[in-house]
């Protein structure tokens, strides 16, 4: 497949982003879609809303979005959150939407709703979540972003957490990202470059109940939308480049009010208990393609079997040192993979968890 090589010329777009909008808002509608990729579409609102409640159901054609078949093929965006959009600025807005079919039911790919009716149940335990996306970045002829043409770059070693020409690739792409979400409201709390060259990382959290599964996925849009303008493709398969080359995954943290106070441990271990239980209902929805990284090898759990440790990043579970010292705090699922959806992974743990 020919990619085109052409790059957006936002030089020139920012004179006509400084022009007056004589009151008018943009409103830019994001939804998910049947590839676990993101859509979006922008409409004129007469004025700022006051909250979501204020906007305007919208709808598009599913048939071209995988997420329903032609000759039935509206599908209904109902606004659910909104955040301040980096790129338009000013009253400019980033709208996150839920797919609804004309029936009435939630869209198949809609997993959202399951995952909220779930956060509703279980709120009382105020579950948080901190979410660690990594990804790679390629260039516009598919190849991994700055590695040497028709080889190899050296072996893993000095690019986790790099500094330097040829250690880290990219920067400009990730710290234009990083400030887009702080600019949209993402809880962002921090970002490093990953073991394998051209790999990242960005976390978010910590985040309660269903704000989890909306800050990635806005959080994920802006990247894809930020890379737009370096030529760059965002990669969020869990095994980029196979080999001896670290894959990505999509860790998630986890507390819930009982782990986080004196005497937690025994809440984090019970919860490890259920979780051992339910091993292959977790791996059914923690991501595509993840047979291909947890492996047991480059710091992941074998996915046939269920382990947990402390500091222990070959295990399914981790609890960090800190936390295990403590006797209370939040422990790690690093099954997950980077492509998983966020909603789903939230989901199943909450329900696995704190389900009686
Ligand atoms: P790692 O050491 O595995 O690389 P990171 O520092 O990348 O961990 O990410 C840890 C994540 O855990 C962050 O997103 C952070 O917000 C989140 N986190 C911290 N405390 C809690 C908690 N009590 N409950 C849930 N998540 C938490
Ligand atoms: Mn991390
Ligand atoms: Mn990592
Ligand atoms: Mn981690």
Known sequence: MATSTTISNTANLKKYLGLPQQGSVQAEYIWIDGTNGVRSKTRTLSKPPASVEDLPEWNFDGSSTAQAPGEDSDVYLRPVAIYPDPFRLGDNILVLCECWNG????????????????????????????????????????APYGWPKGGFPGPQGPYYCGVGTGKVYCRDVVEAHYRACLYAGVKISGINAEVLPSQWEFQVGPCEGIEMGDHLWIARYLLHRVAEEFGIKIS????????????????????????????????????????????????????????????????????????????????????????????????????????????????????????K
């Open 103 to 142: 029936d009435g039911t939630p869209n198949k790919f809609n997993y959202r709703h399951e995952c909220n009716k779930l956060m509703e149940q279980h709120k009382e335990h105020k579950p948080w979540f901190g979410l660690e996306q990594e990804y790679t970045l390629f260039d516009e002829f598919g």
């Open 236 to 355: 969020f398969h869990p095994k980029p480049i196979p080999g001896d080359w670290n894959g990505s995954g999509l860790h998630t943290n986890f507390s819930t009010i009982e782990m986080r106070e004196e005497g937690g441990m025994a809440h984090i271990l019970s919860a490890i208990e259920k979780l051992a239980k339910r091993h292959k209902e977790h791996i059914a929805v923690y991501g595509d393609d993840n047979t291909l990284r947890l492996t047991g090898k480059h710091e992941t759990g074998n996915i046939d079997a269920f382990s947990y440790g402390v500091a222990d990043r070959g295990s399914s579970i981790r609890i960090p040192r800190s936390c295990s010292k403590e006797g209370y705090g939040y422990f790690e699922d690093r099954r997950p993979a980077s492509n998983a959806c966020p909603y789903q992974i939230t989901g199943i743990m909450v329900e696995t968890i704190l389900s």
